[in-house]
Structures are given as structure tokens and as C-alpha cells.
Nanobody, 123 residues
Framework: QVQLVESGGGLVLPGGSLRLACVVS????????IGWFRQAPGKEREGLAC????????YYADSSTGRFTISRDKAKKTVYLQMNSLKPEDTAVYYC????????????????WGQGTRVTVSS
């Protein structure tokens, strides 16, 4: 059974950093691409970054470039999202998602989702 569990969210000051983790089970990261997404209240789900199953190559949305970094530890079956220089507009619920095989950026391309972890950026 494919499962994803996010952790690492919380309250952080503007300018601060957080590292989110997505622990997966029921599949290997060699076979599945993983994406990080977020959804703020009243807004559509937004793609942030994704990492491929084959060579670990990554892709970033414009809102993430330069501040967020996606990485993976295949031995720990975990995908991370390092977030730096956080802003109040980064406040949202953050989700990781999986899809079999090749990487895509659209959330509609992912068919397994975690429950989300909440990030609040506020002073």
C-alpha cells in the first residue's frame, strides 16, 4: 500500500527556515517521482518542487527557486523540502505526493498524497 507521511511543519518567524520530510512506504523512490505542493486557505494547490525517480533530477516552480531545495535519501525512504528565507505568504498546508515513473509538475499527475503538514510564517 502506497503511503506518504509528512512532518516538519510548524510556526516560524519570517526569514526563518524549516525542513519538511516525507516518509514513504509501500514503494521505492527508484520507481516513483515525488512532488511537494502547498495549499493556502482560499487558494488552489500550488506545485513547489519535484524529484525524479531515476536520477534524482529536480524541478522547481518560480516561487520556490532559490529558496527551496528538494532532496531524497533513498535508504531512509524520505524526501525532504528545505525551505529558507520564509515569508508570511509561504503559510499553507504542505503536501508530498507520488506518481509512478516519470516526473511531472502538475498536481493532477500525482495519485498518492500525504495528509499534509501545516507551515505558518508569522511574527
Amino acid at each position: 500500500q502506497v503511503q506518504l507521511v509528512e512532518s516538519g511543519g510548524g510556526l516560524v518567524l519570517p526569514g526563518g527556515s524549516l525542513r519538511l520530510a516525507c516518509v514513504v512506504s509501500g514503494f521505492t523512490l527508484d520507481d516513483y517521482a515525488i512532488g511537494w505542493f502547498r495549499q493556502a486557505p482560499g487558494k488552489e494547490r500550488e506545485g513547489l518542487a519535484c524529484i525524479s525517480s531515476t536520477d534524482g533530477s529536480d524541478y522547481y516552480a518560480d516561487s520556490s527557486t532559490g529558496r527551496f531545495t528538494i532532496s531524497r535519501d533513498k535508504a531512509k525512504k524520505t524526501v525532504y523540502l528545505q525551505m529558507n528565507s520564509l515569508k508570511p505568504e509561504d503559510t499553507a498546508v504542505y503536501y508530498c505526493a507520488a506518481r509512478y515513473s516519470y516526473i511531472v509538475t502538475a498536481s493532477s499527475g500525482y495519485n498518492a498524497w500525504g495528509q499534509g503538514t501545516r507551515v505558518t510564517v508569522s511574527s
